[in-house]
């Protein structure tokens, strides 16, 4: 019944904001097409990284079997496309992934493996953002393919964490709400900043997608996923004008910003959750000069005909520059040692296994810490890091090979018991 009263509401929201849009006369219109500005967009991140205590699960015997330790090499990410600004207020921006080329199945960071000898790359984003005041941050409409706004470690670009690796409780955050690890869907949302005092800032966010994948929508059942945020943040806003995605939380002494998000999710009956699926979270981030603080927890809850499905994940990561610049350096430079936590915490009963099954998530526990160290050359622009990630999990009694979480699964192998890695990486980001 909430849900019912909800989308309508929304819905009318929505349309009003594109009704304004359109209804503007010639004389009105804010885009002039003779003014377009193009930008393009480039961005690779290499690692190489030495895997030990890897195990697979043999269910023959029952057992975890011991992997050759193994040094791996490979592009874990590249972005590319184009964004183009015509006139003051119309924002579009195409953006392209190829992502895992090279990986090896049984290296320790969690997630896809090798792309494939041709390797294949695939639309990250590709949306088109509008201001509906020349003069105002305060409301614009966003709509395309892109993820829905919830939760800062899925909303921030990956290039530019800290970390090695970008806290994958975004993945299970993005699987729980889509169905997929990119976390893309189509949708329509509006959007804006606002400041209420000198030193008080408020971004906001609603809006509608439909995720049509069999990972949460498929089937002959289908709703509507509604998402909301309310980003408050004290000191410095912690952008001066809105768009999609939030910024690096390393803003590198530009910022002194407390900020903190509440993040809300819903989507009624679909053919992964038959009564459906709802999330509940907050983040924060702490900007103080050079050092900074981020974090986040999420609540996620999926019905169906078994009980309720309940799991939750969580991050949080610091850092601070130490500036190395040589003497007369145009451009400064800095060492930024750096910690991340993240967790998943799912179920580990047995008796809560059909509800694993019947609503198509994942069981099990696993707790991830990285700790390294980042060189900036260009700060936001190239960096090399040095960096040690430590992963453990636990089951409980549920089954070795069954639907578990990353630390006890592996895309092309099965049952596993994940290997701690060290790696090196090299980031161009332009």
Sequence with gaps: MKQDLIRPFLLFFLFSGLSVLTAQTEKDSPTSFKNWEIKPIL???????????????????????????????????????????????????FLGAADWIGEDQRSGPPGGVNNGAFPNAQIWDIFAQYKLSPKSEALYVIGGYLRPPVGRESMSGALGTSSMEKGFNQWYMRQHLTGTGPGGA??????????????????????????????????????????????????????????????????????????????????????????????????????????????????????????????ATWMIRTGVNIDVSPAGADVPRYLEPSLMFYGFDGTTDIEDYPAVLATNYFGGRETIINAGVNYHLVPGKVRIGLHYTAISGDRGDLPADGQLSHYFSQPGVGGIQRGDYAGFELILNY
């Design 43 to 93: 961005g690779v991140q290499l690692w190489s990284t030495y895997t030990m205590g890897h195990q697979d699960y043999v269910p023959e015997s029952d057992t975890y079997v011991d992997a050759s330790d193994r040094l791996n090499f490979l592009v874990r990410r590249m972005r590319f496309g184009s964004t183009a600004k015509i006139g003051d207020r119309l924002f579009l921006k």
């Design 186 to 311: 189509g949708g329509v949302y509006l959007g804006g900043l606002s400041s209420l005092s000198e030193k008080i800032h408020v971004d906001y966010r609603a809006g509608v997608f439909n995720p049509q994948n069999n990972g949460i929508t498929g089937g002959r059942t289908s709703s509507s996923l509604l998402v909301s945020r309310l980003n408050f943040m004290f000191g410095d806003p912690e952008k001066e004008t809105w768009t999609y995605g939030l910024p690096a939380a390393n803003s590198f002494g530009k910022r002194r910003t407390v900020a903190l998000a509440l993040n809300l999710a819903n989507e009624g009956p679909t053919g992964a959750a038959p009564e459906g699926t709802s999330l509940l979270g907050v983040d924060g981030l702490i900007n103080l000069g050079h050092f900074h603080l981020e974090g986040e927890y999420h609540r996620m809850i999926r019905k169906s005909s078994e009980p309720d499905l309940e799991s």
